[in-house]
């Protein structure tokens, strides 16, 4: 890829992030990586960003996206475990485009659908360097969202520097209580036994 591809630097922060490359093309890049989690309940997560320059953006074509994302998704990056077995997806969408028109910046700043084990989320650059994306935890998946807006705002805002992914807080603790709890619960059965 040149210099003078328009999601060049997209391209190069994907690497930073560890992501492969699947495919490139005049106006997108899509990309993946599988990442285990041991702050987010020992879990695997298999995100595949799609990254697409366009023109104008608008909510008819978010949602025509969606549908398609979706299934190449599934298609592209493939899990050895069953999603929901400790393995989910997260497909992130990232648009760069000249103008976003109001629904659009709505549809990303807003909740998405919720579905077992997979998320989908997409965000938004204008060429005002505007950024659109999710702000609220939604109380599904709230120990993942930390990973998703800091990899979504690495792709808004190519910084190329090396990952410095956070850990998700609320996952850490929740994954400390159920750690804690079956200590205890071993224990107990233990004692009982004896």
């Not at 608008?58 to 298609?75: F, G, I, R, S």
């Not at 709505?106 to 994306?133: E, G, N, V, W």
């Not at 998946?141 to 705002?153: A, C, Q, S």
């Amino acid at each position: 890829m040149t210099a003078e591809h328009p999601l060049s630097a997209q391209q190069q922060e994907l690497a930073c992030l560890n992501f492969r490359i699947l495919e490139v093309t005049p106006d997108s890049v899509i990309a993946a990586r599988r990442t285990f989690n041991w702050d987010c309940l020992f879990t695997w997560v298999n995100y595949t960003v799609f990254i697409r320059r366009v023109s104008c953006l608008t909510a008819q074509v978010m949602e025509a996206d969606q549908v398609t994302l979706m299934q190449k998704a599934q298609q592209s990056n493939q899990s050895p475990l069953p999603r929901g077995f400790q393995s989910g997806n997260a497909v992130l969408v990232v648009y760069v485009a000249d103008q976003v028109d109001l629904e659009a910046q709505q549809l990303c700043q807003r909740r998405t659908k919720i579905r077992f084990a997979q998320f989908y989320l997409p965000a938004a650059l204008d060429q005002d360097q505007q950024t659109y994306l999710i702000r609220k935890t939604p109380l599904w998946g709230f120990i993942y969202y930390t990973k998703f807006r800091y990899i979504l705002n690495r792709l808004l805002k190519p910084q190329g520097t090396p990952n410095q992914e956070p850990r998700s807080t609320a996952g850490i603790v929740l994954t400390g209580v159920i750690v804690l709890y079956m200590v205890l619960l071993v224990v107990v059965l233990f004692s009982l036994s004896s």
